[in-house]
């Protein structure tokens, strides 16, 4: 019984033995995750300054009185579309027309006394040769002669004035564009002399967007394009397009059409304006817009996919690929969004390597495997 007992005891000890030492063991060492990288390179890229700008009416006209009396009616439509001279009110036109048939007696008045004074002329001429009639007396009908030719010109004046206060008493569009609401009603009483506003015109095809750049900035583009870091082709036509209030684009591009030459004292900044078409009345004047000015293409502009960048609320970061195959996150400032492209202004070299697929399993300062044959081309997605 004694040997028995003794071998079970052993054969316990060498088990307990043999799970201690599996205990001790440690597990194996996982692979290094598979990644792709994109190595970084210099490339063309566009050059785009945003800034935010108002819309504004290429024309606007104040429609005024241009005569004084009541407003009989508003012939047009408000917020619709008017061509240049269409009637848009119509003023009482009876004191005008009054005055204008005065001024038409006056003249036919003028040109009957001067015709009589132009045949006393002609029948003195051969008088006063012989000596029938004084020197003086033909000199007083020459001199009423002209004088009646003076009265003629002053009345037909005098009509004139009177038959351009009628044609006012119609007043009409001075450009074509959106009418806006009335600022008179019928039976309201409107004054030339204190130019009562009627309504307005705006010419809303093309439309202006007007916006400003800060000195500094303006005079660094400058710099840049002096030095041939960015080309641009034609400085008369540069691109702009628009980013509406909801943040989606407009979908006619425009051109810059002004830059002030001189320097805003109170804020340092330079008014710019661009052009852009406006066929379906789409922007309005007075609204917010932000303007992508493409000033050129920077010849040695940095550029990474759109997936490797991660933007967190502290930073924004990348992942390189650094000494050892070791994964660096790198802190990086961006520019534009270009296609599936973010625009690198700070953060990277050219030649470094950054990760853009199986970032989900990388960390930083741990070792990862670029897989082969899988690197990606300078800008590819």
């Keep these: 019984m004694l040997p028995s007992r003794e071998l079970r005891a052993g054969t316990l000890i060498a088990l307990l033995t043999a799970l201690a030492g599996c205990g001790g063991s440690a597990p194996p060492t996982p692979p290094p995750p598979e990644i792709q990288v994109v190595t970084i390179a210099p490339q063309a890229v566009t050059n785009v300054v945003e800034l935010p700008g108002r819309v504004q009416a290429v024309r606007t006209a104040e429609v005024r009185a241009r005569v ?25 036109p009876r004191e005008r ?10 003249l036919d008045r003028a040109r009957a006394a001067a015709n009589n004074a132009g045949q006393v002329v002609k029948r003195y001429e051969p008088l006063v040769g012989q000596r029938a ?8 009908a020459t001199a009423a002669s002209l004088q009646g030719q003076a009265d003629v010109a002053s009345a037909r004046a005098q009509l ?8 006012y008493t119609t007043v009409r569009a001075p450009i074509a564009g959106r009418a806006g609401r009335a600022d008179v009603t019928e039976g309201a009483l409107v004054s030339a002399s204190q130019a009562t506003l009627m309504t307005r015109v705006e010419q809303l095809d093309p439309v202006y967007v007007n916006f ?30 628009l980013i509406l209030e909801d943040g989606t ?8 059409n002004f830059l002030d030459l001189s320097v805003d004292e109170s804020t340092g900044t330079v008014s710019l304006r661009a052009e852009f078409p406006n066929p379906q009345r789409f922007l309005l004047p007075g609204q917010f817009v932000r303007a992508r000015i493409e000033a050129g293409l920077d010849q040695r502009g940095l550029v990474v996919p ?7 609320a502290k930073d924004t970061t990348v992942f390189v690929v650094g000494a050892n195959n070791m994964a660096v996150a790198r802190p990086v400032k961006l520019g534009d969004l270009q296609g599936g492209n973010w625009i ?10 950054v990760i853009v697929d199986g970032i989900q399993k990388v960390r930083p300062g741990a070792p990862v495997r670029i897989a082969p044959d899988r690197q990606l081309a300078p800008g590819q997605r």
């Design 133 to 140: 009639i004084s020197r003086q007396e033909y000199e007083a």
């Design 68 to 92: 004084d009396g009541i407003v009989e009616r508003r012939l047009y439509e408000e917020g619709t579309d008017v061509s240049a001279g269409q009637a848009l009110f119509r003023i009482d």
């Design 344 to 353: 690198v202004l700070s953060g990277l070299k050219v030649g470094e390597r």
């Design 306 to 312: 759109q997936r490797a960048v991660q933007v967190t």
């Design 249 to 256: 684009p407009y979908p006619i591009p425009g051109h810059l």
């Design 212 to 241: 400003s750049q800060s000195s500094s900035d303006l005079l660094k583009v400058r710099r840049d394009m002096q030095a041939g870091k960015i080309a641009v082709q034609n400085l008369n036509r540069v691109r702009v397009t």
């Design 97 to 106: 027309q009054a005055a204008y048939n005065a001024a038409v007696g006056a």
């Design 160 to 167: 004139d004035r009177a038959k351009l206060d009628l044609e």
